[in-house]
């Protein structure tokens, strides 16, 4: 005998608000009925406001951690969910930001959130998170925009009337961007002096200096505050660097000693270059 086989079909039912045919779900209502009656997103809000710093270009990221972020990168949108609330009585789908003139002072986010309404039914929702940038300068900015506030300064000096290793370095913090963290810059007799907001800013650049051209420092600091109660201390800390008084092209007399440990050179040398060594040419056999 042949067997027979009985193809199984799920019936539509119709809708009880708009008696179009859907397939049979908890609630018996079409996706357009439901939309009508329930939203899911009720209890989030749709704009939120930003805290954006002019000065070092950073988000406020509550209660008092400043976040260095980009337009439409996964740190800020972190940062953009993170404020917004009733997320956690839904389920996030997707998150993307939506395109926003680029002075327009808005971020606009497009949410897909999930939830179950009845039991069994899901409904998925879009909306759109309107964030308002207000600016507002952090505590370090705030601390620059006081005149002569530092903690930490470094004298740069060289003392030579041709400062051209002088002119080099500047071209170096420059192209490197190492005074991006300071606070002041000012012309001094010698040279130049950098005002920075912490020490750890200032011995970035000194591991800087100390790298690309040969100097000698010191450092001295000075009791600013003490609290006796937690036993701490705040020191003004100033740094005295003094870069080698020679330059490209100076001539220099070497001690004989030092003559006979670099192979019998003359005593009488010309400067060749400058970088993070003195390089020497001995102007008689040009070595």
Known sequence: MESMTVKQSIGKILCCECGTPIDPNPSNQCIGCIRTKVDITEDIPKSAPLCFCRGCERYLDPPSCWLKAALESRELLRLCLKKVKGLNQVRLVNAGFLWTEEHSKRIKVKLTVEKEIHSGAVL????????????????????????????????????????RTFYYLEQLIAKHRVHTQTSNIK?????????????????KMLDFLTSVVPCKWTKSKKLKSHDIHSNTYNYKITYSVEIVPICKDSVVCLPAKLSHQLGGISQLCIVLRVTNNIFLIDPSTAQ
């Open 124 to 163: 998925q929702q879009q909306f759109v998170i309107e964030f308002i940038i207000q600016h507002q300068l952090c505590d370090e900015c705030h601390r620059v925009e006081a005149k002569d506030y530092w903690n930490s300064l470094i004298q740069l000096r060289q003392k030579t009337d041709h400062k």
């Open 187 to 203: 012309a001094a007799h010698g040279g130049m002096d950098f005002y920075f907001g912490s020490e750890q800013a200032s011995n």
